[in-house]
C-alpha cells in the first residue's frame, strides 16, 4: 500500500473562511478511507493514477483551478442535479461544479437546523456549507437549485441565507406545456449566468459548449460499455470513482483521461485481463446518486467478492445516456435541443415515470449483470415510492433483485453485509 494522502493547503482555505482544523481532520480521514477502499485493490489500471491524483487534489489543485477562474471573471456555479444545463455555464466560459454531499461526516451540523427525516445527501450538503468544511461551498459565485424534490427545493430557501442560490423551476410531468415552461426556464438560467459572467452567450459558444459535454458523455458511455464486457476489466469502484469525478474535473481534461482509460480497458479485454476475478458474480446498481465519498454499497458487494457492472444513478447513466443533437445551429433551436436532452433524464421525481422502468431493464440486460440491487436513500420519497414498480418489472422479467434503503452512517454495514451475501449466494453461478 502506498502512502496516500488527500494535499492540505491551509493557507487557501483560511483565504476561503473555511474552519481549518476541523476540515483538516476531515481530510485526513478521507485519505485514509481512500487508501483502503481503493488503493487496496489488486491490479487496478495504470490509467486510475490521474483519478487518484485528483483525490489528492480534490481540495487544493482543483479549487486553485476555480479561483483563478474567478479571478479572470468567469462564473463558478455548484450543483447537486444533472438538470443544470452544464453547456450554458460552459458557454460562459465558467465552470460547473459539484459540491460536496457525500459524508456523514457534516451530518450533525446539519441536523442542528434542519429536520432529521430529510434524505442524507441534502442534510450532508447544508452541514458542509453550515459548517464551513467545503471549499467548493466557499468557491462558488452561486448555487444551483431545482425543484426537483421536496427536501432539496425547502432547503434552497435556507441555504440561500448562506450563499446565493438561484432556483430553476423543474417541472413534475413531461407534457408539452411542461416542456415549454423548462425551455422558458433555460432561458432565464441562461439570462443568469450571462450577468454573472458580465458577457452574452453566442450561438458559436453555445454550440463549442454542446460538443465539449457530448464528448465527455460518449466517453463515458464508452467506459459503460467497456464495464459490460465479461469478464469485467475494471471494479466497480473505480468506475463508480471516475463517475463521481466527472462532477469536479475540467471537462475536457476529464475527457481525454477517460479516453486514455478505456484504451487501457480494451487492451485488458484483448488479453483476458479481469478485476477482480473472471468468475466474480455481476451486480447492477439502480437508484439515487451516490455522491463521492459515498462507496458504501459498493465496498460491501465488491467486498463480498462479486464485481458492479453499471450503476443507473444520476451519479452514473443518467448523467450521461442521453446526447444533445449537434446538427443545429441557431440559438433558439440550440435551447430547444438542449431542454429536449435534458428532459430524457428520467429521475423519479416525475410522474409518470415508466420510461425509467425501461431502461433499468436495458441497463440490466446490456450489464450482463445477474441481479439488480436497487439502493434508495433514506426518506427519499420519490425513488422510495418508485422502487415498488421497479420490483414489479424486475419480477415480470424473472430478474432477481433486492432493495436496500441506507443513510451515509456505518450502523447498518453489518446488517447490510448479511442480506448482501445472501444476495450474492442466490444470484451467483
Ligand atoms: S435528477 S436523482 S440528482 S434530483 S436522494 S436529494 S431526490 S430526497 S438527488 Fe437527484 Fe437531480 Fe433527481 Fe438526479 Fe431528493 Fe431523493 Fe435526496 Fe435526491
Known sequence: MSNFEIKAYPEMWQSLDIDVERFDKMRIMLGELYEKTFLSQENRPAAMVYFDNMVAELHGGRIKELLAAKEDGRPVIGTFCVYIPEEMVLAAGGICVGLCGGSQGSIPDAEKILPRNICSMVKSAFG??????????????????????????????????????????????????????????????????????????????????????NNKRRVLQRLNALRHHKPCPISGKDGLLVEQIAF??????????????????????????????????????????????????????????????????????????????????????????????????????????????????????????????????????????????????CEKEGIPYMFIESDYSSEDMGQLQTRIEAFLEQIGE
Open 128 to 213: 458542509f456549507k453550515d459548517g464551513r468544511i467545503c471549499p467548493y461551498f466557499q468557491a462558488v459565485d452561486f448555487v444551483y437549485g431545482e425543484t426537483t424534490c421536496d427536501a432539496k427545493k425547502k432547503t434552497w430557501e435556507l441555504l440561500d441565507q448562506m450563499v446565493p442560490t438561484y432556483v430553476m423551476e423543474i417541472p413534475q410531468c413531461k407534457k408539452p406545456r411542461d416542456i415549454a415552461l423548462w425551455l422558458e426556464e433555460v432561458k432565464d438560467f441562461k439570462a443568469k449566468v450571462e450577468e454573472v459572467a458580465g458577457k452574452t452567450i453566442s450561438a458559436d459558444d453555445l454550440a463549442g459548449a454542446i460538443q465539449i459535454m
Open 248 to 393: 469536479f474535473d475540467e471537462p475536457v481534461r476529464f475527457t481525454e483521461k477517460v479516453g486514455e482509460l478505456c484504451d487501457e480497458l480494451e487492451e485488458r479485454i484483448q488479453k483476458n485481463v479481469a478485476v477482480p476475478a473472471k468468475n466474480a458474480t455481476r451486480v447492477m446498481i439502480a437508484g439515487t446518486p451516490m455522491a463521492l465519498p459515498n462507496w458504501k454499497i459498493h465496498n460491501l458487494v465488491e467486498g463480498a467478492g462479486a464485481v458492479i457492472v453499471n450503476e443507473e444513478s444520476c451519479v452514473g447513466t443518467r448523467y450521461f445516456k442521453d446526447l444533445i443533437a449537434e446538427n443545429v445551429s441557431d440559438m433558439d433551436d440550440m435551447l430547444a435541443a438542449l431542454t429536449d436532452r435534458y428532459k430524457e433524464i428520467d429521475c423519479s421525481c416525475f410522474t409518470p415515470n415508466d420510461e425509467r422502468l425501461d431502461q433499468v431493464i436495458r441497463e440490466f440486460h446490456e450489464s450482463k449483470a445477474q441481479g439488480i440491487i436497487n439502493y434508495s436513500l433514506q426518506f427519499c420519497h420519490t425513488y422510495n415510492i418508485e422502487e415498488i414498480r421497479i420490483r414489479q418489472a
